[in-house]
């Protein structure tokens, strides 16, 4: 066996010779794979020849060879040039000659090579925050107002009012639509032409607003309609009072007292969480910071397509239909979050490698078992669907990448500070940046007039 190694930034070609024995039985075996499985013309099948076998499978069988002798041998080969791919691996310059002589070249990616900077007491600042008197109030209110009831009244129509209708919609091309619908009049559901011919009127009554500009999914006008809408119900907001009685009702606690107290104590909880998570994206940025090593491209092609796919989610939930114009607008900004995300999830693996920590079988096994209950579906289905799709490294990761900022964070120098003297620290820091590219963009400018001065 021949390996000869060619390298270019973290792109690694492996040029495989290999003769003899080990591939003239990885050949002999798919001929007779194949002469089980082939049907030529005027021979009985399982018995073709050979040569009949190599004239019509040439170039399969070489491929073939190729993936099969990888994957009995390319481990130890990898392991003596101790290489660890982190792509897909692609195959080229495929040649099998008198089915014992194989050569081929294989091309991966290689993991950056770096030295790891100190990571333990990193310096995170935050805004001092904790909950108020006026926090768990807001929260009341919130829970008052989710827990409103609507009662029919014969009233005029009002902001805030909910509204049953009968609409009737004739477009210009002659196109009709019919339904009945409620809507909370102020909260935006209806055009606000529509809503401003509603107010003052009450059950019974009927509108009819013409010429009005039908929008189609990508919010380009499509034409006129009339729209003729008849008043069902009027129904007022009726928020429930804050007493013993309410926080029974909803299983929040005996009294108000009780229930104030749990109330903070959520809050607490959710606000607790919220700190956990800027303390980790503020770790995650500090190390994005420190580091500026190259990363291997088809990893961050992988990442970028993620991220396109989860923007296009984002705008999905936001009821927007998302084109191909919106996510090439945005690929340039998803590109850079993908080195990030690739450059610290290479940090953070050396990190866990440095400090031994390791994801064991059951972390998975739990992992799974609580994505399979999200899911609803069985451990084992979906285990089974994790490997199809080689997802299951990716799990392995996020629960690495998870026990690596845990480690980080107990390692963190964290200060809360307040709020004013944060804000003025931010302010300063962002006019010493913006100092620093101005002095920058004035010495290339010093440095381009140097050159066409020179050339002059």
């Not at 390996?3 to 002999?28: F, P």
């Not at 804000?423 to 010495?443: F, M, S, T, Y």
Request: cysteine-free; overall charge negative.
């Amino acid at each position: 066996m021949n390996v000869e190694v060619e390298s270019k930034d973290l792109t690694k070609t492996l040029t495989i010779e290999d003769e003899g024995e080990k591939v003239k039985n990885i050949v002999e075996a798919i001929y007779k794979d194949l002469s089980k499985k082939v049907s030529v013309p005027g021979f009985r099948q399982g018995k073709v020849p050979k040569a009949v076998i190599k004239a019509k499978y040439k170039d399969y069988i070489a491929e073939e060879a190729v993936k099969q002798y990888v994957n009995k041998y390319l481990p130890k080969i990898l392991e003596e040039h101790n290489l660890k791919p982190v792509s897909q691996i692609y195959y080229g310059d495929i040649s099998l000659e008198n089915d014992e002589k194989l050569k081929f070249k294989i091309t991966f990616e290689v993991a950056p090579e770096f030295e790891l900077k100190d990571y333990e007491g990193i310096e995170v600042e935050m805004v001092e925050t904790k909950v108020s008197d006026e926090d768990v109030e807001k929260a009341i209110q919130s829970l008052l107002e989710r827990n409103a009831k609507f009662v029919p009244e014969d009233k005029e129509i009002e902001i805030g009012d909910t509204v049953k209708i009968k609409y009737h919609i004739t477009a210009e091309s002659g196109e009709e639509e019919e339904d009945i619908f409620e809507a909370v009049i102020g909260a935006g559901t209806l055009r606000k032409e529509l809503e401003d011919a509603l107010i003052g009127k009450k059950a019974g009554d009927k509108v009819k607003v013409e010429n009005i500009d039908l929008i189609d999914e990508q919010g380009n006008p499509k034409g006129k309609a009339t729209v003729e809408i008849e008043v069902l119900e009027v129904m007022k907001k009726e928020i429930p009072e804050f007493n013993d009685e309410f926080v029974k009702e909803i299983g929040l606690g005996e009294n108000v007292e009780e229930a104030k107290k749990k109330i903070r104590e959520d809050l607490e909880k959710e606000l607790e969480e919220i700190k956990k998570r800027e303390i980790e994206q503020k770790i995650i940025d500090k190390i994005a910071e420190e580091y500026d090593f190259p990363v291997p491209e088809s990893v961050v092609n992988a990442e970028t397509e993620y991220l396109a796919q989860e923007y296009a989610k984002q705008l999905e939930s936001y009821g927007i239909k998302p084109n191909k114009e919106m996510i090439e607008a945005a690929l340039e900004n998803l590109k850079q979050t993908a080195e990030k995300n690739v450059r610290v999830s290479f940090v953070f693996n050396k990190i866990a490698e440095k400090e031994n920590i390791q994801v064991s079988d059951e972390e998975i096994n739990e992992e799974i078992q609580k994505m399979a209950q999200a899911y609803q579906t069985t451990p084992e289905t979906l285990r089974k669907y994790l490997e199809e799709q080689g997802a299951l490294d990716t799990i392995r990761f996020n629960i690495l990448r998870k026990k690596v900022l845990e480690f980080l964070t107990e390692k963190a120098n964290i200060k809360e500070i307040p709020k004013e003297e944060y804000e003025k620290k931010l302010k300063e820091q962002q006019e010493a940046e913006q100092q620093a590219q101005a002095e920058e963009e004035q010495k290339e400018e010093k440095e381009e007039q140097a050159v066409e001065n020179k050339e002059a």
